[in-house]
């Protein structure tokens, strides 16, 4: 059983940063691919972006340019990093791990709880 575990949310204003982490519960890139999601209150959770095994990684355009998803194999972790944070971020943040292809987040099989980051404009 795959056990992820998200921290680093927090309180910050708009143009600031945060990195949040994800912690798994053993060597899992090599079978999955690791996504970051969001959900704000009364929407619908969208995705954030996802790397895969080989380090490759893809971003959603509402954060391109501005999050960073990166990998530690040896810690078993995986991390984003958020600069110029807005407002609009606000949101919980799950990261979850599925097979590679297979995207969206009904295909993927597991989840953390959520850390919540707040945006203060």
């Not at 945060?18 to 959900?39: D, E, K, P």
């Not at 990093?81 to 009904?106: F, I, W």
Request: with cysteine; proline share 2%; aromatic share 10%.
């Amino acid at each position: 059983q795959v056990q992820l575990v998200e921290s680093g949310g927090g309180l910050v204003q708009a143009g600031g940063s945060l990195r949040l982490s994800c912690a798994t519960s053993g060597s899992i890139f090599s079978i999955y691919a690791m996504a970051w999601y969001r959900q704000a209150p009364g929407k619908q959770r969208e995705w954030v972006g996802r790397i895969h095994s080989g380090g490759s990684t893809h971003y959603a355009d509402s954060v391109k340019d501005r999050f960073t998803i990166s990998a530690d194999n040896a810690k078993n972790a995986v991390y984003l990093q958020m600069n110029s944070l807005k407002a609009e971020d606000t949101a919980v943040y799950y990261c979850a791990a599925g097979r590679p292809g297979r995207l969206g987040a009904k295909n993927q099989d597991y989840w953390g709880q959520g850390t919540q980051v707040t945006v203060s404009s």
